[in-house]
């Protein structure tokens, strides 16, 4: 059954200072399954954030709904957990403050939210910060904070905007393996935006390309690397060709929206 | 010099230093050289007996405590007032439509040109004086704080609603705590203005506080008195400015780490 279902979802952003209206997204249909990883793949400009932000709840969109386990969404909620890709951090709080955030919102008591931290710290692997402010953490320990702040919420469905985007490339390769590893041991419905190519095969169940302005779904491909994934996957031949197909795939788009902006 | 290049902490104490050396140089030269009468410049010396007779025999420390008793009572008052109005306009847009034009037309108000109509309606009492600061105070922190909170990262707000942060929660747990170093950098500033307009209410109608002494100052020609009188509040607002710069900086840590 489909936990999450995208039913002729559009949006179209009014013009500026009296400009044309403009399309981000055609009308599109997606359903995903629970427990699924889903990474959505495009060019800059495609409308892959914009999709992810009306499944937040974050945007409306101008046509069509999302239904979350057969209920409209209106609005942003704690069932659905974000990562961004800017570093959203609240500054005046510790990591430890900040991974308890949503709990304390919902109003779960000290004793059990300090142990749902601390099992969350645990997995993103920042023991020994829970100190820290966030001004004090490298990008790639700001993100992996973000990630225990999101999943310590434990949501039905984890959304992620590009969130490796700003890391150096190891940190990048590391934070994969890092989300891959968690997902892999609790299972959880996850949708990520990329525009990794990559990064979208690596962590995929189901790769979903987009095409240029206006957005709207190429292609869906399933990878079927068997799980647990090692990153010498990468290396791998059925993992060139996968990657070889949405490569071609997505220059197609890309060329495209490089000659049209 | 490099632009933007940095100053070891002993030069920048030394050089800070130096400015004053270098004021109260060239004061002492224009006075001490008779290049200024002395009718309408007293030297630094005459300054400070004036000051020690000022505060040995007339009482000066009682003018002080009133006046610092009349800026902290002013600006504690505008301040309960404005900072919860200004974050609610700076919230809730309904409000700032509602509130915005008015507060910006009546910052331009210049609370010294209320002192005659408020001496009407309170007297030369407490009152009026507390009211002036209040004028002259009030709307320009109502402003300075909605601007702050208008301009919180939109992402943090989001990041809160999709941890299941209610409308009052965001307001709560991200405007309030984002804004509050610009909150209190705002309020610091604002002290500082309040300085003046209580000097202007008590030039004008009072019976006491140093802008009392300072016109009484005036009909005796005792120009080192008024002069006295002006560097305490100098070193006032510096002591004040430093305080509220240290409760800051202890209070919102998070920003220097």
Redesign the interface.
Known sequence: MSELIVKGVSRTFPGVRGGAPVQALHPTDLDIAKNDFVTILGPSGCGKSTLLRIIAGLDRPTTGSVLLEGQTITGPGADRGMVFQSYTLFPWLTVRENVGFGLRERGIAAKETAEIVDSYLDKVGLRGFENHWPKQLSGGMQQRTAIARALANDPKILLLDEPFGALDNQTRGLMQELLLGIWEREQKTVVFVTHDIEEAVFMASRVVTMTARPGRIKSITPVDIPHPRHYTVKASPEFSELRLKLTEEIRAEAIQAATHS | MRPLEPIGQQARILLGILFFVLFFSGWSIATFGGFVSPTFLADPITMLKDGIYLLTEQGFLEDIGMTVWRVVGGFVLSALVAVPIGIAMGAYKPIEALLEPFVSFSRYLPASAFIPLLILWAGIGELQKLLVIFIGSVFQIILMVSVSVSAT?R??V?????????DA?VVR??LI??N?PDIAETLRLVLGWAWTYVIVAELIGASSGIGYMIINSQALMATGQIIFGIIVIGIIGLISDFAFKTVNRSL????L?
């Open positions: 990262r992402d943090l989001e990041a809160s609603y999709t941890l299941g942060a209610s929660g747990r991200v705590p984002a509050a919102f840590a998070w920003r780490a």
